[in-house]
């Protein structure tokens, strides 16, 4: 049973922009957090942007301004809007719902997807 199918990446120069999109499974979806993840070949996964069913958001520190997320409850789907990309924002680029702990880590909650690779290059 496939949860989460992530589409949008592409290759695009410095300064450009991206949306993705993340089709998600009712069960995973529902009142979850839902949340973009991206990981670059030999680092660890990390959540670059999250959203409640609420509307509430986060972002990492160091995409604030850039990167946009969203979500509609009734599709089921949730979007990242990626602008002034560069090189460093290259990676594959995963959506999941997601927890947190109570010292405020990140879990996931559901089954990986394929991803979507994003690269950034002139």
């Known amino acids: 049973q496939v949860q989460l199918v992530e589409s949008g990446g592409g290759r695009v120069q410095p300064g450009g922009s991206l949306r993705l999109s993340c089709a998600a499974s009712g069960s995973i979806f529902r009142s979850n957090i839902m949340g973009w993840y991206r990981q670059v070949p030999g680092k660890q996964r990390e959540l670059v942007a999250s959203?409640?069913?609420?509307?509430?958001?986060m972002y990492a520190d160091s995409l604030k301004g850039r990167f946009t997320i969203s979500r509609d409850n009734a599709k089921n789907s949730v979007a990242l809007q990626m602008n002034s990309l560069n090189s460093e924002d290259t990676a594959v680029y995963y959506c999941?719902?997601?927890?947190?702990?109570?010292?405020?880590?990140?879990?996931?909650?559901?089954?990986w997807g394929q991803g979507t690779q994003v690269t950034v290059s002139s």
């Open positions: 999941n719902a997601l927890a947190y702990t109570k010292d405020g880590s990140d879990y996931p909650l559901g089954s």
């Open positions: 959203i409640t069913s609420g509307g509430t958001t």
